[in-house]
């Protein structure tokens, strides 16, 4: 059974300029969760989808914006990239059940320059 | 709210020594508890979990025990290898909820 699918593993970008990542679930996996890690912040949940809605939501500003398609695949934006959003991205998923298991991806490395 | 406080790494053992990485937890609800591994380069990977008081998870030889009385979820294992050389990072979820709140990560060096 694959795993939790992230592309593109790196990627560099200026200042300014947008990006956007994209995730596979689990086969049979409903909802999919985003994760910024850095070395000063750790581990923050940016937002979760299920069933192609948001149901959760982290702390962060409305540049951070996401999307879930109807096979639960899962796509990131990052609008006016600052180089604080410099970061592994970390996506994640599960059945969307409660007390079920959170299953990680490889994450995407973000450079902002 | 809730959240997560680790032992402060970073953590450096002989191969063979016993381990311990502290987790304590102050949530609203009842959460089931997680600890997850990172190694160089990589994704978190799930090493055990537990979703109610006095349950204890295990995994790889690693071991923790819900304790609601004292809020805590501390890993064990008697015996460190080389190969488990990564960070460590204790996690909660709200019950119902699929959004994980991380501790700040325990490095953990083996020195062979």
């Known amino acids: 059974k694959a795993g939790v699918t992230q592309t593109p593993r790196y990627l560099i970008k200026t200042r300014g300029q947008q990006v956007t990542l994209s995730c596979s679930p689990i086969?049979?996996?409903?909802?999919v969760s985003w994760y910024q890690q850095t070395p000063g912040q750790g581990l923050q949940f940016l937002f979760e989808?299920?069933?192609?809605?948001?149901?959760n939501k982290g702390n962060f500003p409305g540049r951070f914006s996401g999307r879930q398609f109807s096979n639960s695949r899962s796509e990131m934006n990052v609008s006016t990239l600052e180089l604080g959003d410099s970061a592994l991205y970390l996506c994640a998923s599960s059945t969307g059940l409660g007390g079920n298991t959170i299953y990680f991806g490889e994450g995407s490395w973000l450079t902002v320059v | 709210g809730d959240s997560v406080t680790q032992m402060e790494g970073p953590v450096t053992l002989s191969e063979e020594a016993f381990l311990t990485i502290n987790c304590t937890y102050t949530?609203?609800?009842?959460?089931?508890l997680f600890w997850y591994v990172q190694y160089p380069g990589e994704g978190l990977q799930l090493l055990l979990k537990?979703?109610?008081?006095?349950d204890k998870g295990s995994n790889k030889g690693f071991e923790a025990t819900y304790r609601k009385e004292t809020t805590s979820f501390h890993l064990e294992k008697g015996s460190v290898q080389v190969s488990d050389s990564a960070v460590y990072f204790c996690?909660?979820?709200?019950?119902?909820?699929?959004?994980?709140?991380f501790g700040q990560g325990t490095r953990l060096t083996i020195n062979p």
């Open positions: 537990a979703t109610k008081a006095d």
């Open positions: 989808y299920f069933s192609e809605t948001q149901r």
């Open positions: 086969s049979g996996h409903r909802s």
């Open positions: 996690a909660l979820a709200i019950q119902g909820a699929q959004k994980l709140v």
């Open positions: 949530a609203t609800g009842y959460p089931s």
